[in-house]
């Protein structure tokens, strides 16, 4: 539960859904935050753990067996597509009806676009999980605050040590 700044551009959406759930505390704000509910809820529920897993492999863990193809089944149902804006820009929009997953899916495609997607990550920290954006210059940032998650993790190492 950091005090960074938010993700840049389109991360911050996906930053902010993936931090509606506090793991620590079990506090899911999706449904207020997005307003959100039924089947719908759901799958939104379903693309934020989705999502918290390929950051969390974005800081350099395993990411699970099947994660991949079920991020990529939750991002194929909100299909993009291209569009020249009137400068000649080339732009991504949801294909069809603009939803949470259509925003995500053109966020993760920007950003993939421009070498920051592996920069949003989930905080090592078993009881946190918190996306953050790693600014750090190496790209190498484990813990979404060292003042909080990084100190107790290191004081786990120091205690294991001795």
Do not use: I
């Not at 005090?3 to 959406?13: D, I, K």
């Not at 053109?106 to 790693?134: F, Q, S």
């Amino acid at each position: 539960m950091s005090g960074r700044a938010p993700a840049p551009g389109g991360l911050a959406l996906v930053e902010q859904l993936v931090n509606t759930l506090s793991v620590d505390t079990g506090d899911d704000r999706l449904a207020a935050e997005f307003g959100l509910s039924g089947a719908v809820l759901a799958d939104a529920a379903e693309l934020r753990e989705a999502l918290r897993e390929a950051l969390f492999a974005h800081a350099g863990h395993a990411f699970p067996a099947g994660a991949a193809d079920r991020l990529n089944r939750l991002l194929a149902a909100a299909p993009l597509a291209v569009r020249v804006d009137a400068a000649g820009a080339a732009v991504l929009v949801p294909a069809g009806e603009p939803s949470l997953a259509s925003g995500v899916a053109e966020a993760v495609a920007g950003a993939a676009a421009d070498g920051t997607w592996p920069r949003l990550k989930a905080c090592a920290a078993d009881d946190c999980r918190w996306a953050y954006y790693d600014r750090s210059p190496a790209g190498r940032g484990r813990w979404c605050s060292m003042s909080a998650c990084g100190s107790r993790a290191k004081m786990r190492t120091y205690r294991a040590r001795g």
